[in-house]
């Protein structure tokens, strides 16, 4: 009986410990390095939302965000005013920070994933109460497209 009760004990500290370890590591700032347009005011809602959802963003001004879309392989079809990226992933557009850290948690075997596009109500596309249902994508080297997450009007 005390061998049971020990072997118990052991196992609730183990899983209590992995709990812990879960939480410190959800609490733990995301690094992200995001470029966009100095005239987006959209990308710097975008960008103040992250920081809101403990993201440490570095972010880059700049007059040519095309030519960081095409230096990280995103493919026309997943553009959108911003690319940012994290953990070696691309983030395009107006994704929520949920799904990109359900993209950090999975680590998926793609490029990135993107909103496509500037739907209304995407994070730093809010228009009161107008929202579009849309998709977060995800894509990989050889322009496979797949659904990622999706996200429905109210």
């Given amino acids: 009986m005390k061998s049971l ?7 609730l500290f183990i899983f209590s410990v992995s709990i812990l370890a879960k939480n410190v590591e959800v ?21 103040a939302l992250l920081k809101q959802d403990n993201f440490n963003i570095q972010d880059i001004v700049t007059d040519n965000v095309q030519a960081i879309k095409d230096k990280y392989g995103v493919p026309k079809e997943m ?15 107006h994704v929520p920070a949920k799904d990109i850290l359900t993209l950090l948690k999975n680590k998926p075997k793609v490029i990135g994933i993107s909103v496509p596009g500037m739907p209304r109500g995407t994070p730093g596309m809010e228009m009161g109460g107008i929202k579009d249902s ?3 994508m995800s894509f990989d080297l050889n322009k496979r497209f797949q659904i990622f997450s999706k996200h429905k009007a109210d």
């Fill in 79 to 93: 553009a959108s005013c911003h690319t940012a990226i994290v953990d070696g992933y691309v983030v395009e557009g």
């Fill in 134 to 136: 849309y998709d977060v």
């Fill in 5 to 11: 009760i020990t072997f118990f004990t052991i196992g």
């Fill in 27 to 47: 609490g733990k700032p995301v690094d992200i390095v995001v470029y966009r347009s100095p005239t987006c005011g959209c990308c710097e809602k975008w960008v």
